[in-house]
């Protein structure tokens, strides 16, 4: 985001300013919903709600109001991200089932790291013009953080699920009590039990994950065995007036999970591409979809050693999470070197990057296809 192009967010650090009115003058506010930009505009407030939009020419301020200086910054709505998870850093340790470097940092460390880093975390987004913030997968200690930031009126407002209601449980995260992130079903019994399990803690929404494995064939042969408990955990949520999101990155399996109620698809479709057909169903169901384009690329980079930052990202991250994407330089130096090295060839190699262009791909044409029929 280029200096010329910041949202004016310095309304938000006023808010201490008792019963006074605050005025943003001369800023240009971002129509999204006409898709235009209106020039020489005022904003009015007196703490959270803003009271009149107007021509600048058309306000009169009067004396001792607080005057945010609008002029050459734009004024938009504040932007969501509609899916982080707050029990992973986001640094190189954060994701143990994927790559294992508990000898080197034990994920104590990394919970207790996200703990502690949670507001801090929260400021950085609203830095970025981000003032909702969804977790679709965290933990019964993260659901009573989110609790005891709720009142701070200088953080986004986060909605958060409890722990992922998972058909696959990695064996990393297990035993974790209430820093555990997942929480395993392997039954239609256990499907109410699992969701009235989160409801003392409060969650925004429930959150499946719908993870088959093998190949076509055997994926879909799993779904199917999988949507008896897959639509318990749906109904029992509903029934407690709760939303739910799925994992759920295959056609088919996403198609189930949606003919069964589920409300919000938290990943794009990467295996194939989509029929009309099922974009008419997710509009008949008024179904959500958080495409996240960029995830996977970010691993593939990452486990590559291949990930680099510019100058913006060094800035703004934080630099202990940034710092530590490289530390694969010293870890190629220990007895990890043989499994580092590894991963580096297998990301680099013409099958990988063949796929990696193949599911980009998928998720563009989705996204572009989804985005005609809003």
């Known amino acids: 985001m280029s200096k010329k192009f910041q949202i004016a967010l310095a309304a938000f650090f006023c808010m201490s300013i008792l019963h006074a009115q605050i005025y943003i003058e001369n800023v240009t506010v971002v129509d999204v919903i006409h898709k235009k930009l209106i020039p020489a505009q005022t904003v009015v407030f007196s703490g959270k709600p803003i009271t009149a939009i107007k021509p600048s020419r058309q306000i009169k301020i009067p004396k001792n109001s607080h005057v945010i200086d609008g002029k050459g910054k734009?004024?938009?709505?504040g932007m969501t991200d509609a899916h982080v998870h707050f029990f992973q850093s986001g640094g190189l340790y954060t994701r143990p089932d994927a790559l294992d470097l508990r000898k080197h940092v034990p994920y104590e460390k990394e919970i207790s790291w996200s703990h502690h880093n949670m507001e801090g975390l929260l400021q950085r987004y609203l830095k970025m013009?981000?003032?909702?913030?969804?977790?679709?997968?965290a933990t019964y200690n993260l659901l009573k953080l989110r609790d005891s930031l709720k009142e701070n009126v200088r953080l986004p407002s986060v909605y958060m699920s409890g722990p992922l209601i998972t058909t696959y449980?990695?064996?990393?995260?297990?035993?974790?009590?209430?820093?555990?992130?997942f929480r395993l079903l392997s039954s239609v019994e256990e499907a109410k039990k699992l969701v009235q399990e989160q409801i003392p803690y409060q969650p925004d929404f429930i959150k499946?994950?719908?993870?088959?494995t093998g190949d076509a064939q055997k994926k879909k042969e799993q779904a199917k065995e999988l949507e008896p408990a897959i639509k318990a955990v749906i109904d029992e949520a509903h029934k407690n007036n709760l939303k739910v999101a799925i994992h759920a990155t295959e056609r088919f399996t996403a198609e189930t999970a949606v003919q069964n109620g589920a409300d919000f698809l938290v990943h794009n479709i990467e295996d194939e591409l989509i029929s009309d057909d099922f974009i008419k169903l997710l509009k008949s169901?008024?179904?959500i979809v958080c495409p996240t384009l960029t995830v996977m690329d970010n691993y593939y980079d990452t486990y590559g050693?291949?990930?680099?930052?510019?100058?913006?990202?060094?800035?703004?991250?934080?630099?202990?999470?940034i710092g530590s994407m490289y530390?694969?330089?010293?870890l190629i130096?220990?007895?990890?070197?043989?499994?580092?090295n590894k991963r580096k060839t297998r990301f680099s190699e013409p099958k990988t990057k063949a796929y990696i262009s193949k599911t980009d791909s998928i998720r563009a044409v989705i996204s572009k296809k989804w985005l005609k029929e809003v």
Do not use: C, R
């Open 169 to 181: 449980e990695p064996e990393a995260f297990k035993n974790l009590n209430k820093d555990e992130p």
């Open 129 to 137: 013009g981000i003032t909702s913030v969804i977790d679709p997968g």
């Open 305 to 321: 050693q291949k990930k680099t930052y510019n100058t913006y990202e060094l800035e703004n991250s934080h630099p202990e999470s």
């Open 208 to 212: 499946i994950w719908y993870i088959v």
């Open 333 to 340: 130096q220990t007895s990890d070197s043989v499994m580092l």
């Open 285 to 287: 169901k008024k179904v």
């Open 327 to 330: 530390d694969l330089k010293h």
């Open 74 to 77: 734009y004024l938009m709505p």
